[in-house]
């Protein structure tokens, strides 16, 4: 391609994408009634142990552009996962699946504030999402700096500090220190799971009424298998 040519293909591809951000944008139905899902939450999670099963062979969901397009006009994830920011911890890949299929909600010790709980109940409330799946990991980082403030009276620069303060409890809820990590990796996630289930108007009541159901898991680094703890 030659220089003029590139330029104009630049130019070309500025304009396009100047038009599109000026195209109005779709309403969105944040105060509609909950959407109705086409799967259970039991073929969500049969649906994620098998995307497991096929990321551990090797398998990689491709998007087309028909899916895009697809998606342009509206979603509906059958899926959220309330996961670990940490870059080893991909949902969409360690679960083989695609743009529109998991609402993923993410930050270090998966741990759940204001605005996360809004999320997640934007996605099962409006969006109709019928599974949430609280996502630990082995060797979680921000895990690891709760126990050191509990048992070293660590302190933690920046916002660190307020980032682990979630997950002091469930490290001073377990007593010993043999395998503490791994079992604090997963009191967290039990924590963040009983909290949902219990979190009211939206998320408990859909719980409770049968639309949706709360697991937790566990993302295993060392083998890329993901262990549902339900």
Do not use: W
């Not at 009634?33 to 994620?48: E, F, G, I, R």
């Not at 059958?78 to 360690?94: E, H, K, M």
């Amino acid at each position: 391609m030659s220089i003029h040519s590139r330029r104009r293909f630049l130019s070309g591809l500025a304009c396009g994408c100047a038009a599109a951000a000026c195209a109005p944008l779709a309403a969105s139905p944040v105060l509609a009634a909950p959407a109705k899902s086409a799967v259970t939450a039991d073929q969500a999670l049969a649906l994620l142990k098998e995307g497991n099963a096929a990321f551990l062979k090797g398998s990689c969901t491709p998007t087309t552009s028909a899916r895009i397009a697809e998606l342009a006009t509206g979603q509906s994830p059958f899926a959220v996962i309330v996961g670990c920011a940490d870059s080893r911890a991909q949902p969409g890949d360690l679960f083989n699946r695609g743009p529109g299929d998991l609402f993923v909600v993410r930050v270090a010790g998966n741990t759940v504030d204001t605005t996360g709980l809004g999320s997640i109940e934007y996605s099962v409330g409006v969006l109709g999402s019928p599974l949430i799946v609280v996502l630990g990991h082995t060797q979680c980082g921000a895990v690891e700096a709760a126990i050191k403030v509990v048992k070293d009276k660590a302190v933690l620069p920046g916002s660190m500090g307020k980032m682990v303060a979630p997950i002091v409890p469930a490290v001073k809820s377990l007593s010993g220190n043999n395998d503490l990590l791994n079992r604090a990796i997963r009191a967290n996630v039990e924590r963040t799971v009983a909290r949902l289930k219990a979190s009211k108007p939206i998320i408990g009541k859909a719980v409770g009424e049968g639309r949706a159901k709360v697991v937790g898991a566990i993302y295993h680094l060392d083998s890329g298998c993901v262990e549902f703890m339900a």
